[in-house]
């Protein structure tokens, strides 16, 4: 079973930059697709990227196209996500999370905080 750690998040004002990191211990990263999510307060938990096992295949949600842009490092277990033009609109918890047959998301981090002023 995987376990994933989410880090970089941070206080950002819009129109700034950050890069999340997912990092994967107890096994290879590279076994499994992997996704971004995000939940603001009081709100459902969104769909926001995803990268095939390869690094060669990755899905965007509409919001954040030509804005964010997942990566993988399988030889460093991680995966990112750089985050660009920020809006206050992206304030939430972001995770990560693993998925052994691209479509069940079944193993995932605590979340990061991103908050973005205006």
């Known amino acids: 079973q995987v376990q994933l750690v989410e880090s970089g998040g941070g206080s950002v004002q819009a129109g700034g930059s950050l890069r999340l990191s997912c990092a994967a211990s107890?096994?290879?990263?590279?076994?499994?697709?992997m996704g971004w999510f995000r939940q603001a307060p009081g709100k459902e938990r969104d769909f926001l990227s995803a990268i095939s096992w390869s690094g060669l295949d990755t899905d965007y949600t509409d919001s954040v196209k030509g804005r964010f842009t997942i990566s993988r490092d399988n030889a460093e277990n991680t995966v990112y996500l750089q985050m660009n033009s920020l809006k206050p609109e992206d304030t939430a918890v972001y995770y990560c999370?693993?998925?052994?047959?691209?479509?069940?998301?079944?193993?995932w981090g605590q979340g990061t905080q991103v908050t973005v002023s205006a």
């Open positions: 107890g096994r290879t990263l590279s076994s499994y697709a």
């Open positions: 999370a693993a998925s052994q047959d691209g479509l069940d998301f079944a193993y």
